[in-house]
């Protein structure tokens, strides 16, 4: 009877192993945007990709200078990965594939078409 039960336990996870839908797309661009290698897109880029501040300082002349991530909710496929491939600015370059790339920009497009549909549900009551 135990036997049955090991079995069955293994075909299950080797299953699961092979199963290509493991985790949707939406949920790995959620995981690559939020914790890509150990390093986060939203201290620069906030929670949806509508930008933040990341630091300020003080220049030469005493004016308070903000160094801000840019908004990427509207970005283009191209943009974001040209940025990430090569870096921009304070950006560092990331080492992502044009697959997972493509997933962070649906996952971008998508819940931010949800944030849209939230607000405007919102506007209508």
């Known amino acids: 009877m135990y036997k049955k039960y090991k079995i069955l336990?293994?075909?299950l996870f080797a299953s699961m192993m092979h199963a290509e839908d493991f985790i949707t797309n939406f949920e790995?661009?959620?995981?690559?945007?939020?914790?890509?290698?150990?390093?986060?897109?939203?201290?620069?880029?906030?929670?949806?990709?509508?930008?933040?501040?990341?630091?300020s300082y003080k220049n030469k002349r005493g004016e308070t200078v903000v160094l801000r991530g840019p908004d990427i909710r509207d970005t283009t496929l191209s943009k974001l990965t040209q940025s990430l491939k090569n870096g921009k600015g304070v950006m560092?370059?990331?080492?992502?594939?044009?697959?997972?790339i493509k997933m962070i920009?649906?996952?971008?497009?998508?819940?931010?078409?949800?944030e849209e549909n939230n607000s405007t549900?919102?506007?209508?009551?």
């Not at 661009?29 to 630091?55: K, N």
């Not at 560092?92 to 594939?97: A, L, N, S, V």
């Not at 920009?105 to 949800?114: C, D, E, G, I, M």
């Open 92 to 100: 560092p370059r990331y080492f992502f594939t044009n697959k997972e």
């Open 9 to 11: 336990i293994v075909f």
């Open 28 to 55: 790995y661009g959620q995981m690559l945007y939020h914790e890509p290698r150990g390093v986060s897109c939203v201290p620069c880029h906030g929670e949806t990709g509508e930008g933040r501040d990341i630091a």
């Open 105 to 114: 920009y649906s996952y971008l497009k998508k819940v931010n078409a949800t």
């Open 121 to 125: 549900k919102g506007e209508e009551q």
